[in-house]
């Protein structure tokens, strides 16, 4: 079965990117990476950090927008989009991963303002304490996200919290069912789950195309590290200044996550909280996102001004 592809006109519409390039992991994974805007843009880059079952795809709308004078980096995770499928599955290989793709894409001691949605912020915190991440690193921005704990939080089910809803919670997030073709009641069970109840069809559509190109044999790997996630201790490690965006209708990382970041983060610059939006919030609020994103590099430009 052949799987979608992303729309191809639109805003949700993947740009064309100034020059594609292979990043070798530690273990050997080949990651697909993007690198979009002009060369000689100014400072600082950006990183941007994919999550579960989507792809550099996802990041249209900021793609779009930064690119227009920054040099945006985007890349595959293992196993999503253009990344082949690799044999190891954890935290520590997203933190090698984004370790390569640093080492691929930036210089010695180029800075860079990092963002991460999801599985993305997770790879931000598992990655902290390594010794490229902090090299680079210059200020970072989660997405609706958490650190431990997502299958329990998780509100997918209308079921009160216990054991009962974990398990079902499991059993459906780790599913190896086929997702298949991008039906209308596919469409609507991804809303459900994925999005706020005022995203349009178009929207809806693009993120049904990104996340049903994902194989399910990725999924479901990726779905067993999500389901054990403990990165408490990687929260603690990210000691550069971080902003934090949740949606307030997010049913797989409910603000619960986001409000426990931003009192164990130790350099937080702020929570927004984005009223009725679900989990897909870079596509959801792209204006909202992409202008924190904005934020953060020129808060940054201005330190260097200043030092």
């Known amino acids: 079965m052949s799987r979608p592809t992303p729309v191809a006109d639109g805003p949700y519409a993947p740009p064309a990117a100034a020059r594609e390039l292979t990043a070798v ?3 050997g994974a080949r990651l697909h990476v993007e690198v979009h805007g002009p060369e000689g843009a100014a400072v600082p880059t950006v990183v941007l950090a994919h999550g579960w079952t989507c792809s550099t795809a996802f990041w249209a709308a900021q793609i779009r927008d930064l690119a227009v004078d920054h040099r945006v980096i985007a890349y595959d995770q293992r196993g999503h989009g253009r990344s082949p499928a690799a044999a190891g599955y954890g935290t520590e290989a997203l933190a090698d991963d984004l370790e390569a793709v640093l080492a691929a894409t930036l210089r010695p001691g180029e800075k860079a303002v990092l963002v991460g949605h999801s599985m993305g912020g997770m790879t931000l915190m598992a990655a902290a304490a390594r ?4 090299e680079h690193a210059v200020a970072a921005l989660l997405c609706s996200t958490g ?13 009160p919290p216990g054991r009962l809803r974990t398990g079902v919670t499991q059993r459906i997030l780790g599913s190896r ?13 991804l809303k459900y789950a994925t ?15 990104i996340v049903h190109a ?9 779905s067993k590290v999500l389901d054990a996630l403990d990165l408490d201790h990687g929260v603690r490690e990210l000691s550069v200044p971080t902003a934090v965006v949740a949606g307030s209708a997010d049913r797989l990382t409910p603000l619960v996550h986001a409000r426990a970041l931003v009192a164990t983060l130790p350099n937080c610059v702020g929570l927004t909280e984005l009223a009725g939006l679900g989990h897909m919030t870079p596509m959801e609020a792209p204006d909202v996102v992409t202008a924190r994103i904005r934020g953060l590099v020129t808060d940054y430009a201005q330190i260097k001004e200043g030092a």
Do not use: Y
Not at 131 to 134: C, V
Not at 214 to 222: D, G, I, K, L, Y
């Open 147 to 159: 650190s431990s704990r997502l299958v329990a939080e998780a509100r997918v089910l209308p079921l």
């Open 131 to 134: 010794p490229r991440f902090r």
């Open 195 to 209: 999005m706020g109840a005022g995203s349009s069809p178009g929207m809806v559509e693009a993120c049904a195309r």
């Open 25 to 27: 992991s530690a273990d």
């Open 177 to 189: 069912a086929p997702l298949g073709p991008v039906t209308p009641v596919a469409r609507r069970i």
């Open 214 to 222: 994902c194989p399910r044999a990725v999924r479901h790997a990726w």
